[in-house]
């Protein structure tokens, strides 16, 4: 790789990055760049090779490194990164804020981010892929966004810009998204967190939320018409379709769909990412040919196989 800049945060070459997902697997990336500030990551990316990769890594909870690693730069925020601030019902949150962070100090100042509260992961993930829950998006309370280019380039992003689709949205390629701003409707605070404790305890009951997951790992089939007339489109939830396949439970290696909400897709002890990644090509395949619906993958997968 060719030479890198100096930068003031941390650089760490061949960094292995199983430990920073959820689910606990995948390969060393070539070098790991977590930013001191802002102008260090500007900096960083403005002169940085530009035939070189970045990949820009939140949490990894919604993540799957495959075993051979990442030839690029990944580059993590953290410190720095994920402040919180609420002026009004308005809230500024930096890229590497939790969301459940978020949507608590939120909640705190009568501001209602609520659905934030049960999506794992950050602020940066949540809006690269327009999360949401109980019927809220990102893109419902959605304002601004801040940016680095892969030119080094500070930029300022609105909704039309992003593009917001479900589970998507047009981030520039090699853009690291650094804080958002949302507005939200007012209420009282005592409300707000009443209802988000009941957000969880529905959560616990029904998600294997103890086990090693990466959240839903594949998005639902909207749209689909099992006889393809207009006035036979159903919503389907990808939960459902895989039940239907006898799926619940199914196994490959140490990887499993959990029986608990079959369309989470666990490490149940020493899986590898080649174990995962099949796993949900074996769903996939095996509801195609139950019911004709291609599940879409909503676990980012990246890397190369070993």
Known sequence: MADLPTVRGTLTENRDLSGLTWLRVGGPADYLFQP???EDLAHFLRHLDP?????????????IV????LRAVVIRLGRGFNGIAVAGDRVTAGAAALDAHVARKAADAGVDLTFLRTIPGSIGGAVRMNAGCYGSYVADVFQSAT???????????TAGELNFQYRQSDLP?????VAATFNGVMGRPDELHARMDAQLKKRDETQPTKDRSAGSTFRNPAGFSSTGRADDVHDLKAWK?????GLRGAT???????EKHSNFMINTG?????????????VRKTVYDDSGITLEWEIMRVGEPL
């Not at 390629?173 to 998204?177: K, N």
């Open 36 to 38: 001191a500030d802002l």
């Open 51 to 63: 035939t070189v990769p970045v990949f820009p890594m939140g949490v990894g909870s919604n993540l």
């Open 66 to 69: 495959r075993d051979g690693g």
């Open 147 to 157: 940016l680095v280019t892969r030119q080094g380039e500070i930029r300022e992003l």
């Open 173 to 177: 390629e090699g853009a690291v998204l």
């Open 241 to 245: 379709v895989i039940d239907n396949a």
């Open 252 to 258: 490959r290696g140490g990887a499993q769909m959990s």
């Open 270 to 282: 020493g899986a590898t990412a080649a174990d995962l990644e099949g796993l949900g090509e074996e």
